[in-house]
């Protein structure tokens, strides 16, 4: 009997020991899986960054100043073209470029990718057209633009209104799509008329899919205001990429290469920051 007491005993102490550790590994995997705060990223995406410039100056000591730039080079001529406003000026014609037909791509696309997701017939009368066109390379319109358009400002904006509609179009018309089936049946069931769902249930879930269009039809857009600016009239950072690149001017080059990229981290980051304060109810 005492021996039977002693052995319950030492199982008990056997299982408590396992439930604790099991408690404990619970609670290094909750700790491992919580996302770090803003200031350890901030610390790492630094530390990356000393590293990308560690590696650049390797890079281009051992490529050469003709090829490679080093970053003092670069800030030098980064220095040299604000100070002389050729930067200034460039950014500024670009971003008129680029942020009207983002602007005309964005009022355009939201509203009919919405209607064709809300009306199916004809979202399945348009999505073939709408495919075929996003499939199409935009350079392949240039040259009919520039007929159209000629060389100035509206052909260029056009050209990026272009580029960035369809992704924008797409991913509103595929968020309206993906409305979740048990909301709109409870809904119905209940008697809530359709545009209280269409406003309340199906619109805000398609706003993820929305934005996520935001972001994607903003990289193409800046992407199509340089190559706007290289087939049309020759300005902008578009414009300076193609007398630097055709001169050798490798550091000035590396600096408006820079400025771009620059620019598409704030916009995209810009529409981060938009996606996360109207997606907050989804963590309510």
């Known amino acids: 009997m005492a021996l039977l007491k002693r052995e319950i005993a030492m199982l008990r102490d056997v299982l408590q020991s396992c439930s604790s550790a099991a408690v404990r ?38 490529m ?10 670069t800030w030098q001529a980064a ?23 983002f602007a005309i791509a964005i009022i355009v696309g939201v509203p009919l990718g919405v209607v064709m997701g809300g009306f199916r017939v004809l979202g399945k009368t348009l999505e073939v057209y709408v495919f075929a066109l996003a499939a199409t390379p935009r350079v392949a319109f240039i040259p009919l633009i520039i007929v159209l358009l000629g060389l100035g400002v509206e052909a260029k904006t056009f050209i990026v209104f272009l580029g960035a509609l369809m992704p924008i179009l797409i ?41 996520v269009g ?18 049309t009239a020759v300005r902008g950072l578009g414009g300076l990429l193609a007398i630097y690149g055709n001169t050798f001017r490798m550091a000035e080059y590396f600096v408006v290469v820079l400025t771009l990229a620059a620019v598409g981290v704030i916009v995209t980051e810009s529409l981060r920051y938009i996606e996360a304060r109207v997606s907050r109810w989804r963590d309510v």
């Open 171 to 211: 991913n509103a018309y595929a968020g309206v799509l993906a409305a979740d089936e048990e909301l709109l049946e409870m809904a119905r069931s209940v008697g809530t008329p359709r545009g209280r769902i269409f406003t309340n249930i199906v619109l805000p879930g398609a706003v993820p899919f929305i934005i």
């Open 214 to 231: 935001l972001r994607i039809g903003a990289t193409i857009g800046l992407i199509n205001t340089v190559v706007a600016e290289l087939y």
């Open 64 to 73: 050469g100043s003709n090829v490679l730039p080093s970053p003092l080079a």
């Open 25 to 62: 590994t619970a609670i290094a995997l909750r700790n491992l899986c919580k996302p770090p705060d803003s200031f350890m990223i901030a610390f790492y995406r630094i530390g990356f960054f000393a590293l990308l410039m560690a590696l650049w100056q390797v890079a281009a000591t051992r």
């Open 79 to 101: 220095q040299t073209l604000v100070g002389e406003g050729q930067l200034i000026v460039a950014i500024g014609d670009s971003l008129t470029v680029y942020l009207s037909g």
